[in-house]
């Protein structure tokens, strides 16, 4: 895990009494604990966002793994001849009095002995993500991490004239940005939510491809950052190697998370039924990551998968603080090559005739069919534009029947007519060639227009005289 610090002093807030000699209490660094188990200071925004998550908070409860506690640098500014404790406290006001027991939990390990050696000793005080999020009693008693997105308070309280009562504190928001300088500084909250499942899932095959489709969710859809595929061939292996944007447990201090991925079914798609959910998709194996969208995305392309080859596939919803949870399809799909419109015109010899108006209006002999068929397959053929006159002209009148009928070969002869010349002018002259003759044939008739005018005009002009 890269490293991040917040820079939170002008972030904190002081009240109550001030410390003797005017000192002042600073949240001066924010550290978190990189895979090999030091401090670290500032990655990017992201990194932050990724220690702020569940699988964070739940290693830290478990206290697995070595990235299970993040890590405040305490100072202070001025100098003060109180030589007291400051107690750090977790929960929601604190600093209140009549609330403190039932809305509070003081941390009593991290307490910092005596505030006045702050301002040329700093200290440090060590604390889990679980603490900011679990903070009441009922808290405590729940089984696992509390799963929302928050602002989490941190306090430090101060008896500062030994009277018995906390006269001064402060306070930070963890991840709170304003008037936060440095490359976190748009880092707003703690969240260890997952963000929401799309509905409407579905998987179809293609050419050496796999396509996942989906409805995007109705609410807290701006929650999802990013799409990712899990693919597992037929023979247990990962299919691709793209990386993981998403972090649990199993991955990050080996303690099963127990995702359980949605099941979704699938119909009119080739393949098998699973038995039992993969293994892989059990831990969200990193190793089987094979495809990603972006978050406004309502589809996702997997390539790098061979025809006829079964694949067992899952689709995972990631937020920005690589919070996830996603489902998976109880059969395996299976790519297929796709036979399109010239293909199945080369397969068959461009013998195209069943069900083809022009072949049934002038007669599959006829020699204006076969100029027609050679127009078709090699003027047409070599440009987008040609093929996709080609496709269009097969969607529509070439699905028109006339077989059997004399009479509607007649009318349908003479509604072809335009289409007929034109294509044979093409074939004959080309495309340049053709626009070029209608060109002119235009020009004749305006240059006839025009001298047309002219001789009417003159004889006007000459009995005005």
């Not at 489709?213 to 061939?233: E, F, G, K, M, N």
């Not at 649990?248 to 119909?267: A, F, K, V």
């Not at 074939?427 to 003759?437: F, K």
Request: net charge negative.
């Amino acid at each position: 895990m890269a490293a991040a610090v917040m820079w939170l002093g002008a972030n904190a807030h002081a009240d109550g009494m001030p410390l003797p000699n005017g000192g002042d209490l600073q949240f001066n660094r924010f550290f978190i604990i990189d895979e090999n188990g030091a401090p670290k200071e500032p990655g990017n925004a992201d990194d932050t966002r990724f220690y702020l998550n569940y699988a964070h908070c739940a290693c830290g409860k478990a206290d697995a793994g070595l990235e299970k506690t993040f890590e405040y640098e305490i100072t202070l500014t001025g100098t003060t001849t109180a030589n007291r404790p400051a107690e750090v406290w977790v929960g929601t006001d604190c600093n209140n009095d009549a609330v403190r027991a039932m809305q509070c939990r003081q941390l009593d390990m991290q307490t910092i002995a005596d505030i006045s050696v702050l301002a040329t000793s700093p200290a440090r005080v060590k604390l889990r993500l679980y603490d900011l999020l679990n903070v009441t009693a009922a808290d405590m008693m729940m089984p696992d991490c509390r799963k929302e997105e928050l602002a989490a308070k941190l306090w430090l309280l101060v008896d500062a004239d030994g009277n018995g009562s906390r006269e001064y504190w402060k306070t930070v928001d963890v991840a709170q940005t304003t008037n936060m300088t440095g490359p976190i500084g748009e880092v707003k909250s703690v969240d260890t939510k997952a963000p929401p499942l799309p509905t409407g899932f579905n998987a179809s095959s293609g050419e050496e491809a796999i396509v996942i489709s989906w409805t995007a969710p109705t609410s807290r859809a701006d929650d999802i950052h990013v799409y990712q595929a899990l693919c597992i061939d037929e023979e247990g292996l990962p299919v691709a190697s793209k990386r993981a944007l998403y972090q649990t447990t199993d991955l990050l201090c080996g303690r099963p998370q127990g995702i359980m991925l949605t099941e979704t079914s699938l119909s009119d798609v080739d393949g098998t039924p699973l038995t039992e959910v993969p293994e892989p998709f059990k831990t969200l194996d990193t190793r089987f990551v094979c495809g990603e969208a972006t978050k406004t995305a309502t589809s996702l392309t997997i390539g790098e998968v061979d025809n006829g080859k079964p694949y067992k596939i899952a689709l995972l919803v990631i937020d920005r603080y690589g919070n996830v949870d996603g489902v998976y399809f109880n059969r395996t799909i299976v790519p297929k090559p796709v036979t399109d419109l010239w293909e199945d015109l080369h397969d068959r010899n461009s013998g195209v005739d069943g069900g083809c108006l022009l072949s049934q209006t002038y007669g599959e002999g006829n020699p204006l069919t076969r100029v027609l068929r050679e127009f078709r397959d090699t003027t047409l053929a070599r440009s987008a534009f040609g093929r996709g006159l080609t496709s269009a002209y097969y969607a529509t009148l070439g699905k028109l029947s006339v077989e059997g009928s004399v009479v509607l070969r007649v009318i349908a002869a003479l509604y072809l007519l335009p289409l007929v010349l034109v294509a044979l002018l093409w074939h004959t002259l080309t495309l340049p060639g053709m626009l070029a003759l209608f060109v002119l044939v235009a020009l004749r008739r305006r240059i006839r227009r025009v001298a047309l005018a002219i001789a009417l005009l003159v004889p006007s002009l000459a009995a005005a005289d």
